[in-house]
């Protein structure tokens, strides 16, 4: 149905798939023509990549597919996730020096691998609980397959179930003070049964044959630009409390989350 913004958003779709393409063909021209000058970045793994059992490589329009759910469900998300956590560790300061006390005795070099990476246990919890708090997709929308029956409830095929992971991060059945920003929850803890061990409990990338395809890839990218950060700079936050969530698709904040920035002496 026509609907206000839908031939924008045609065009919008259109000219990225134009642009991503035009990308393709450069960077084929330029592997043909001098190889060792090409970066070794996604679209290069994109365009080398074969079947294992196949052969087959991807045709453009599924590179461009790829291309543009990186684009389009990569950035975002992971800016939302790190612009929550900014604000969190400004409120919380004690927490904020441990984390830069645990960056500063791990990450030896500009550029770390995932073995230093690996070793930031409480930065990585501060980020998951962040996620927890306010989870970047606040809901996730499934499609009846079959019908069947729920808490005597008829869900017929076809009827359309809301999941709100946002609810399910802050449930008093699930999570002990859920109000609180607590890493430590993350913790391991042996003999006791956690939510966040609970694959349906905590969500922030979904669950199911449909889970996120770049859960692994997002989490480490934004682990790694939070302590990158974190390593040379002080965030403070400018607003007395933080803003409420706003849903648009996404979980963003209703107002801007305004920060002092400050270079760590």
């Known amino acids: 149905m026509p609907h206000p913004g839908k031939a924008r958003g045609r065009a919008a779709a259109q000219a990225l798939r134009a642009e991503a393409l035009t990308q393709i063909g450069m960077r084929r021209k330029l592997l043909d023509s001098h190889p060792a000058d090409a970066p070794d970045d996604l679209l290069a793994r994109l365009l080398s990549a074969r079947d294992p059992e196949t052969g087959r ?36 300061p004690e927490i904020l020096r441990a984390v830069q006390q645990e960056i500063d005795s791990t990450l030896t070099d500009d550029a770390p691998g995932m073995e ?5 246990e409480l930065t990585r919890n501060v980020l998951r609980e962040s996620m927890r708090l306010t989870p970047p997709a606040p809901i996730i929308i499934r499609e009846v397959k079959e019908a069947f029956t729920l808490d005597s409830v008829t869900l017929e ?5 809301v999941v709100p992971i946002y609810a399910l991060h802050r449930h008093r059945a699930l999570w002990d ?12 803890q042996e003999g006791k049964d956690r939510p966040q061990d609970d694959r349906y409990a905590y969500m922030p990338f979904g669950a199911g044959p449909r889970v996120c395809i770049g859960a692994r890839f997002a989490e ?46």
């Open 116 to 120: 230093q990476l690996d070793k930031l």
């Open 177 to 188: 003070a859920p109000e609180v920003f607590d890493p430590a929850r993350f913790l391991p």
């Open 157 to 161: 095929k076809g009827t359309r179930l």
């Open 57 to 92: 490589q991807m045709h453009d329009s599924e590179i461009v597919d790829n291309l543009l759910t990186f684009l389009t469900a990569g950035h975002e998300t992971t800016a939302l996730a790190l612009a929550w956590t900014f604000d969190r560790l400004g409120r919380h």
């Open 220 to 265: 480490t990218e934004a682990l790694l630009v939070l302590a990158m950060t974190l390593k040379e700079l002080t965030l403070t936050p400018e607003l007395r409390v933080t803003p409420p969530g706003k849903m648009e698709i996404t979980l963003r904040p209703a107002k801007p989350l305004l920060m002092s920035v400050k270079t760590r002496q």
